[in-house]
């Protein structure tokens, strides 16, 4: 059973940083195809914001391009998302995903809050 547990958010200024991080069992993120972040702003569908492949590429929305970063530490068996100049729309509940053998794996969500 692949269980991924988010951290990290929390209340913050416009502005400012956080860092969310997503662990697993061991070798759950050496096993993913890919592993994404993914938010849900309040009242509006869950939409990805940061996409990590195996071979090490990255993508991200247009939205956080130049100020969110997604890396993986598989050693630590950790994904992170490194958000900086936060704005009052990121707004959201962030969670993680891992796609092993085609099936997707979530975490429960950690909130992240911008305040203006």
């Known amino acids: 059973q692949v269980q991924l547990v988010e951290s990290g958010g929390g209340s913050v200024q416009a502005g400012g940083s956080l860092r969310l991080s997503c662990t697993a069992s061991r070798g759950t993120f050496s096993s993913a195809s890919f592993m994404d972040w993914f938010r849900q702003p309040p009242g509006k569908e869950r939409e990805v914001v940061a996409t990590?492949?195996?071979?090490?590429?990255?993508r991200s929305a247009d939205s956080v391009k130049g100020r969110f970063t997604i890396s993986q530490d598989n050693a630590e068996n950790a994904l992170y998302l490194q958000m900086n100049s936060l704005k009052p729309e990121d707004t959201a509940m962030y969670y993680c995903?891992?796609?092993?053998?085609?099936?997707?794996?979530w975490g429960q969500g950690t909130q992240v809050t911008v305040s203006s």
């Open positions: 990590i492949v195996s071979d090490g590429s990255t």
């Open positions: 995903r891992a796609v092993i053998g085609g099936h997707g794996y």
